[in-house]
């Protein structure tokens, strides 16, 4: 997996995509797309885990973690101007 695909991923959810809408834009399989967003978590949790830290609390997985993280995520992207335009004709 290229250190692109985890931002294609955040990218296309912030449309507020289902995993099987963000499978058949990104033409992965499901558990690709699953493996893709554990992989996001992982890397929120050591750089960032305050992030997901509050997430836990009533067995919070999967959409509660994603809710956390893809508005962050748009902050960032938002934010970065002109020190992240490589990033931003990425995706």
């Not at 990104?26 to 978590?41: H, N, Q």
């Amino acid at each position: 997996m290229s250190a692109n695909e985890p931002l294609r991923l955040l990218a296309a959810a912030l449309a507020g995509k289902t995993d099987a809408e963000l499978s058949a834009e990104l033409d992965l399989s499901i558990e690709a797309i699953k493996k893709r967003w554990m992989s996001v978590f992982a890397r929120v949790e050591e750089f960032k885990p305050e992030i997901l830290s509050t997430a836990e609390i009533g067995n919070g997985r999967g959409p509660q973690k994603r809710h956390r993280v893809v508005p962050r995520f748009e902050r960032i992207r938002r934010n970065c101007g002109r020190f992240c335009g490589a990033l931003k004709n990425r995706l």
